[in-house]
T-cell receptor
């Protein structure tokens, strides 16, 4: 069965520091992978997605993610975090007619 | 920019009451979904809907839940007899494609359900 694991429940980084959020997936075929962001009280917004091709994908707000099949990972990165990036981040994989979400990683940004 | 809209934004109900949550998906999308998120927990899949029928549902989506597309624009989630544990944020989503071709899901802002 498809599954997504986000090992870090929460992460705190300083503003201007780099960020990496981890995501591991379990899926039998080539996965369709996504990162979504959820600000408090809001819905989910797509940051980026991977379907095929270049394993390094660029998204909105300066985020990127790298698909590594050998590690079953799809980690999200940003070179310099802004205070407005504080939110919950969800990694997701498409399986059948549903998208399966990880448990989320809450990002805290300190000044 | 087209968006998914949900009503109500917040509903408080008594245990055992019926609740209907409404969603207007993006107009050219064909696949519709309901997800829920219990406070502080992960986003959980409930059901997907295509061509006027359920295409997939989770174990959470038991007999007390039902979905309907009563007209050309609305997509509803009905909970027949609410329980305390149904308290959650319910998100509607839609997508242009589905199945293994499912692309981006477009989410609404959510409907918060509080069962007392």
């Amino acid at each position: 069965a498809q599954s997504v694991t986000q090992p870090d429940i929460h992460i705190t980084v300083s503003e201007g520091a780099s960020l990496e959020l981890r995501c591991n997936y379990s899926y039998g075929a080539t996965p369709y992978l996504f990162w979504y962001v959820q600000s408090p009280g809001q819905g989910l917004q797509l940051l980026l997605k991977y379907f095929s091709g270049d394993t390094l994908v660029q998204g909105i707000k300066g985020f990127e993610a790298e698909f590594k099949r050998s590690q079953s990972s799809f980690n999200l990165r940003k070179p310099s975090v802004h205070w407005s990036d504080a939110a919950e981040y969800f990694c997701a994989v498409v399986g059948g007619f549903k998208t399966i979400f990880g448990a989320g990683t809450r990002l805290f940004v300190k000044a | 920019e087209p968006e998914v809209t949900q009503t109500p934004s917040h509903q408080v109900t008594q245990m055992g009451q019926e609740v209907i949550l409404r969603c207007v998906p993006i107009s050219n999308h064909l696949y519709f979904y309901w997800y829920r998120q219990i406070l502080g927990q992960k986003v959980e899949f409930l059901v997907s809907f295509y061509n006027n029928e359920i295409s997939e549902k989770s174990e959470i989506f038991d007999d007390q839940f039902s979905v309907e597309r009563p007209d050309g624009s609305n997509f509803t989630l009905k909970i027949r007899s609410t329980k305390l544990e149904d308290s959650a944020m319910y998100f509607c989503a839609s997508s242009e494609m589905g199945g293994s071709d499912t692309g981006e899901l477009f989410f609404g802002e959510g409907s918060r359900l509080t069962v007392l």
